[in-house]
C-alpha cells in the first residue's frame, strides 16, 4: 500500500504561480504512472498531468504550455509547477500513484488527501 500526501494548494489571484508536491511512502513497486487530478465543485474528477516510468508526459489540453508535472529520481516524489493560472482551475488537486500490476486491472491505484487551489482576485 502507498501513501500520498499533497502540499503546496492555496490561494493565489490569476496569473499567479503555485506549485505542488506529493510524497510517497510505503509499498511503491512496480511504478507505472504518476499523476495529478482536479475535481471542481459539481464536477467530475479529471486528469490534468501524468508522467510514464519511463517519462513521457501528457497534460490536460487547457493547462498545456502553463502546466509542468516532474519527479525525482527515487521515484517517490511528483510535483506540478503551474503558472499563469486562471479562475477555472481552481479545484482540488489529487496526486495519484499507479503501479503496473494496477494499470493492467483496470485501477488508478492509489490517492492522496487533495489539496485546494482557488484563484481569485
Known amino acids: 500500500q502507498v501513501q500520498l500526501v499533497e502540499s503546496g494548494g492555496g490561494l493565489v489571484q490569476p496569473g499567479g504561480s503555485l506549485r505542488l508536491s506529493c510524497a510517497a511512502s510505503?509499498?511503491?513497486?512496480?511504478?507505472?504512472?504518476r499523476a495529478w487530478y482536479r475535481q471542481a465543485p459539481g464536477k467530475q474528477r479529471e486528469l490534468v498531468a501524468s508522467?510514464?516510468?519511463?517519462?513521457?508526459?501528457d497534460y490536460l489540453t487547457s493547462v498545456e504550455g502553463r502546466f509542468t508535472i516532474s519527479g525525482n529520481n527515487a521515484k517517490n516524489m511528483i510535483y506540478l509547477q503551474m503558472n499563469n493560472l486562471k479562475p477555472e482551475d481552481t479545484a482540488v488537486y489529487y496526486c495519484?500513484?499507479?503501479?503496473?500490476?494496477?494499470?493492467?486491472?483496470?485501477?488508478?491505484?492509489?490517492w492522496g488527501q487533495g489539496t485546494q487551489v482557488t484563484v481569485s482576485s
Open positions: 495519484n500513484f499507479q503501479s503496473l500490476g494496477s494499470f493492467l486491472k483496470g485501477d488508478l491505484g492509489s
Open positions: 510505503g509499498n511503491i513497486i512496480d511504478l507505472y504512472r
Open positions: 508522467v510514464l516510468s519511463g517519462g513521457t508526459t
